[in-house]
């Protein structure tokens, strides 16, 4: 288990972009399929999307596909989550997590980062 | 697109033996993880691959998997397990979660 540390979070009007970060401070990260799930205030978890070690491979729920783009920087231990035409709805905590056995289970989670849309 | 049921909420005594179920379709055919979330906190994987404790995690927890419904049993329930639990599972190229299962103890 590692602690992964999600940035870029903060207030954007709808319609708005932001970038969100998460750095995995671990020399093995790049053997990791890594997600992005997010939590709107007092709701559940909601998986967002995922990114294969390489990052050749992305896949992304329906109500973002389109609208987010899921990248990362193997050197830099970093994954990318691009938000484009932000939504109040898209408001919610993201959490960057790691998939360690590639077997869609996540045993490292990051502290989430806010991202507030309004209207 | 693909779901999964949980109870939204159960209470227990201290000591006592609480199980939450998830159930999704065709879910014995896949795998499912378990998590915990204490208010303000990330969660914390307790079970995958439906029985499998990551280490670290008391050996209370235990997880069962029956055709299309996975079980996460909490036995001699703690006070520190009062928290959401939250199932999750794949539906081909994409994750799901479960609903969440309030779990209170008394």
């Known amino acids: 288990e590692v602690q992964l540390v999600e940035s870029g979070g903060g207030l954007v009007q709808s319609g708005g972009s932001l970038r969100l970060s998460c750095l995995v401070p671990d020399f093995t990260s790049s053997q990791h399929w890594m997600h992005w799930v997010r939590q709107s205030p007092g709701k559940g978890l909601v998986w967002v999307s995922r990114?294969?070690?390489?990052?050749?491979?992305?896949s992304y729920a329906d109500s973002v596909r389109g609208r987010f783009t899921t990248s990362r920087d193997n050197a830099r231990t970093t994954v990318y989550l691009q938000m484009n035409n932000l939504r109040a709805d898209d408001t919610a905590v993201y959490y960057c997590?790691?998939?360690?056995?590639?077997?869609?289970?996540?045993?490292?989670w990051g502290q989430g980062t806010l991202v507030t849309v309004s209207s | 697109s693909y779901e999964l049921t949980q109870t939204p909420s159960v209470s227990v005594s201290p000591g006592q033996t609480v199980s939450i179920t998830c159930y999704g379709d065709k879910l014995g055919q896949k795998g499912a993880a378990w998590y915990q979330q204490k208010p303000g906190q990330s969660p914390i994987l307790v079970i995958y691959q439906f029985t499998e404790r990551p280490s670290g995690i008391p050996e209370r927890f235990s997880g069962s998997n029956s055709g299309s419904t996975a079980t996460l049993t909490i036995s001699g329930t703690q006070d520190m397990d009062e928290a959401d639990y939250y199932c999750?599972?794949?539906?081909?190229?994409?994750?799901?979660f479960g609903t969440g299962t309030k779990v209170t103890v008394l």
């Open positions: 999750q599972a794949w539906d081909g190229t994409t994750g799901v």
């Open positions: 990114i294969n070690r390489d990052g050749s491979i992305a």
């Open positions: 997590a790691r998939d360690v056995r590639s077997n869609w289970d996540f045993d490292s």
